[in-house]
């Protein structure tokens, strides 16, 4: 594990390097997108805004998820480079038992509430038949998908971004398949997307068990010793991660009823193809993220300050090069995509005029979704949590509230694009007064 974390590379092996764990993200973010592809073409355009109306719960539980996963392995891959596998195996075996302990209360919790909490949410009569189905199955789908995200993180840190890459492609490979077979050949409707995605996460979680139950591995389920100052400081340091998912959850919830007043349940059909695509095209720049911290945790442990600077010199370039092309991707080629997932006229026109105005927030999100994982794998959850509530709830949601106000719809639409710029100033502040500090010159 040493060598693989510690050597050093050139620019195309860091671009192999980060590969799985970019089309890792990429396949994540298809999993809702594959559900909506499927209903607009099957089913119906109230179905696709159902779907979009669930999206908050499922933000719910990733984000606990990514919290512990992201908070806990910063400091599991810091006592890696240390040499200290005893404490990190312990600490591992632990959060992995609090995992779970959480998965079944949230699950009978949203049970137990599931249809005031779709009415809270923005269901419309019209939409609550849809709502309610998608959402029961989405809410069993809590504690598999839950340890997906878990496993799939905890594969980058011991060393194995290819099983992570697996997990994702069977996961992604067989949504496909059980989605047609539900949805086009049982007519099952939108409980059959809600099946297909169940089903197909099961198996994808079910990998990542067997992988750590294993040989293979080098973290291994052993006796856990109970630490709470830990597992607070991993919610702490992961808090930034929560942030991103809880704030995507109420950013959504702003704007299904912003649309709503303009565009009623087209708005909200076509507010959910905009939203596929911004998962899919920020997955890029998760999946640089996510695919260099356990690096940046691990070389830290070992006092590897050039390994560190290596992977960020890269980093931002690759960043750099991404936003620019998937911002052109958004901005020219967006009226294809959007065509893919609609025949409707009304709803593929809102969604066209919004995804020009949209596009602009690629060109900066990259850099706050890095430097806020990137203060997350040095341990600094505070500024991490700093910058992801500022980009994905603070300006945001001001942005939301008051900009419709004086451009109308236009004003939904540019509130990511704005709440970026605003952020980005502060993440750049944050990186070269505090986040380059840890940038020792090897001889110290």
């Given amino acids: 594990m040493e060598e693989f974390f510690s050597k050093k590379q050139t620019y195309p092996q860091f671009v192999r390097f980060v590969i799985p764990s970019i089309i890792t993200m990429v396949f994540l973010s298809f999993y809702t997108t594959i ?10 355009s109230n179905a696709l805004a159902a779907i979009n109306i669930v999206i908050p719960i499922t933000c719910v539980f990733f984000g606990i998820s990514v919290m512990l996963a992201n908070g806990s392995g910063a400091l599991v891959g810091i006592k890696l480079g240390e040499k200290n596998e005893d404490e990190a195996n312990s600490f591992f075996s632990f959060v ?24 809270m949410l923005g269901s419309t009569e019209k939409l609550l038949p ?5 959402g029961f199955v989405t809410v069993l789908m809590i504690i598999p998908m839950m340890f997906k995200l878990y496993f799939e993180y905890y594969a980058r840190v011991d060393g194995n971004p290819k099983l992570s890459l697996l997990m994702s492609t069977v996961g992604l490979g067989l949504n496909l398949v059980f989605d047609y077979i539900f949805i086009a050949v049982f007519k099952l409707g939108i409980l059959g997307a809600g099946l297909g995605t169940f089903s197909s996460i099961a198996i994808s979680a079910l990998i990542g068990l067997v992988y750590f139950i294993s040989d293979k591995s080098h973290l291994k389920f052993t006796k856990p010793k109970i630490d709470f100052k830990q597992l607070l400081y991993s919610c702490y340091n992961g808090s930034s991660e929560m942030f991103t998912e809880f704030s995507t959850g109420i950013t959504t919830l702003l704007f299904n009823k912003s649309i709503l007043v303009f565009h009623g349940e087209n708005g909200v059909a076509a507010m959910s193809i905009i939203t596929y695509m911004y998962y899919f095209f920020i997955a890029f720049y998760f999946g640089i993220t996510v695919g260099i911290s356990p690096v940046i945790s691990f070389n830290l442990g070992a006092k590897n300050f050039d390994k560190i600077k290596e992977s960020l010199k890269y980093s931002f370039i690759s960043l750099g090069i991404s936003s620019v092309l998937i911002f052109l991707i958004s901005m020219f080629g967006g009226k294809y995509i959007i065509l893919g997932f609609t025949s409707d006229v009304d709803v593929y026109n809102i969604a066209c005029f919004g995804i020009k105005l949209f596009s ?17 794998a040095i341990g600094n959850g505070t500024i991490s949590a700093i910058i992801s509530v500022l980009h ?19 004003g939904i639409w540019l509130s990511t694009p704005v709440a970026e710029f605003l952020t980005v100033f502060f993440s750049m502040a944050f990186y070269f007064k505090i986040g380059r500090k840890i940038l020792k010159p090897t001889k110290e």
């Fill in 96 to 119: 992995t038992l609090v995992l779970f302990v959480i998965s079944i209360i949230l699950t009978i919790l949203f049970l137990v509430f599931l249809k005031p909490i779709l009415i």
């Fill in 392 to 410: 994905t709830l603070i300006f945001i949601c001001i942005a939301i509230i008051t900009l419709p106000r004086f451009l109308g719809v236009a």
């Fill in 360 to 376: 602009f927030c690629f060109l900066l999100i990259s850099i706050n979704i890095f430097m806020s994982g990137y203060f997350t």
């Fill in 35 to 44: 559900d909506g592809f499927f209903v607009s073409r099957f089913v119906n």
């Fill in 130 to 134: 849809y709502t309610m189905t998608y």
